[in-house]
């Protein structure tokens, strides 16, 4: 088959379906004959996932800093970069969503849960300690690199350093 004689199919088969939505033609038709609609799927705002994401790893880093003091000049930057993350995402949290004081596990049913102790386990040594916050980074990186992608230009940005900030943490601790 010849390029212009596909890219001629191809248009008419657009120009079929344009019209056809257009004049409520279709050849998907209900049981009563009226026209079958499927809505799109709405899109949901990850902010809150990513704030409980973020929220954890910064209580993992505060626990591995206080069982490791030994650790404690590598890590603290990391907490300190991660906390900062932190504030940044819930401020543009609480900008789109002004009368919510703050976020909530509620708001987040699919987050990362923290025992009810409120302590976090702690690996059994410095290297598993390291290790599973370079995983944390791992994680976190590739969440905020998927939610670039339905963001607005700002939370893009936004989510963009951060997951370039959390490169850097991984090859910190590599």
């Known amino acids: 088959m010849r390029r212009r ?5 191809v248009g008419g088969a657009a120009a079929l379906a344009i019209a056809s939505t257009v004049t409520g033609c279709s050849l998907f038709r209900g049981d009563d004959g009226a026209p079958t609609v499927v809505p799109a799927p709405a899109v949901s705002d990850p902010i809150t996932g990513l704030i409980a994401t973020t929220r954890l790893h ?6 591995a800093i206080a069982a490791y003091p030994d650790q404690a000049p590598l890590l603290t930057p990391l907490r ?5 993350q932190l504030s940044g995402l819930e401020a543009e949290y609480a900008r789109v969503n002004p009368t919510v004081t703050g976020v909530s596990s509620a708001d987040a049913p699919t987050a990362p849960t923290v025992p009810a ?18 995983g944390d980074a791992a994680t976190a990186q590739v ?3 998927d939610a670039v992608s339905n963001a607005s230009r700002y939370r893009a940005a936004l989510y963009g350093s951060i997951a370039a900030a959390l490169a850097s ?3 910190i601790l590599a």
């Not at 004689?5 to 199919?9: G, H, I, K, Q, Y």
């Not at 300190?80 to 900062?84: I, M």
């Open 5 to 9: 004689t596909f890219l001629s199919a």
């Open 58 to 63: 910064v209580l993992r880093l505060d626990a």
């Open 80 to 84: 300190d970069d991660r906390a900062a």
């Open 117 to 134: 102790s409120g302590q976090v386990p702690v690996p059994p040594s410095p290297e598993a300690a390291i290790s599973s916050i370079r």
């Open 143 to 145: 969440q905020f690199t």
């Open 169 to 171: 943490h991984r090859a």
